[in-house]
T-cell receptor
Framework: SQQGEEDPQALSIQEGENATMNCSYK?????LQWYRQNSGRGLVHLIL?????REKHSGRLRVTLDTSKKSSSLLITASRAADTASYFC???????????FGTGTRLTIIP | GAGVSQSPRYKVAKRGQDVALRCDPI?????LFWYQQALGQGPEFLTY????????KSGLPSDRFFAERPEGSVSTLKIQRTQQEDSAVYLC?????????????FGPGTRLTVT
């Protein structure tokens, strides 16, 4: 079963706007990762945030983690048409490398 | 360099047939994972290996599913007596790790359709 719930399930925004996706999970985690999936490139790792970190940046991506609320958010700034894809959060627990994925957010960037 | 490759990319099987799906991980990656992704859902964990050792197979849905990685490199996921509910994309991933969680590199997947 999938641990994470993501919202919104689908999001459409104009090119150039910012997109925010949220993820909630159920159990204690070692780290949380975000992946992007589109038909052209499959599932690609975007960013990893460890349980002792609160915020991380990578290019136009900003991830936050709130372990007290068991939630994370992914912000994509200055969106581009190429950002159109499904985005998944995935968590791993201490002592186990397997990933538990969320349900995903389908992001559409309107040119 | 070469990424994770999977074959075949598409497989159509009649209900009751056995299938074998192959994964070639990135060279030198210790850990290898199999996930199953149904349409419109996130991937769900099936099993994982560290080198040739299968450390977790808790996600395998039934004893019809079997995975192996005999030499710690290439892995095969076998499904016996396929059922319609087995129709999904099967994703393989590898990572450097070896105990500590790192990012995983995914292959393109094998889309299995059981008719």
């Amino acid at each position: 079963s999938q641990q994470g719930e993501e919202d919104p399930q689908a999001l459409s925004i104009q090119e150039g706007e910012n997109a925010t996706m949220n993820c909630s999970y159920k159990t204690s985690i070692n780290n949380l990762q975000w992946y992007r999936q589109n038909s052209g490139r499959g599932l690609v790792h975007l960013i990893l945030i460890r349980s002792n970190e609160r915020e991380k940046h990578s290019g136009r991506l900003r991830v936050t983690l709130d372990t007290s609320k068991k939630s994370s958010s992914l912000l994509i700034t200055a969106s581009r048409a190429a950002d159109t894809a499904s985005y998944f959060c995935a968590s791993s627990n201490f002592g186990n490398e397997k990933l538990t994925f969320g349900t995903g957010t389908r992001l559409t960037i309107i040119p | 360099g070469a990424g994770v490759s999977q074959s075949p990319r598409y497989k159509v099987a009649k209900r009751g047939q056995d299938v074998a799906l192959r994964c070639d991980p990135i060279s030198g990656h210790v850990s290898l994972f199999w996930y199953q992704q149904a349409l419109g859902q996130g991937p769900e964990f099936l099993t994982y290996f560290q080198n040739e050792a299968q450390l977790d197979k808790s996600g395998l849905p039934s004893d019809r599913f079997f995975a192996e990685r005999p030499e710690g490199s290439v892995s095969t996921l076998k499904i016996q007596r396929t059922q319609q509910e087995d129709s999904a994309v099967y994703l393989c991933a590898s990572s450097l790790s070896g105990g500590r969680a790192y990012e995983q590199y995914f292959g393109p997947g094998t889309r299995l359709t059981v008719t």
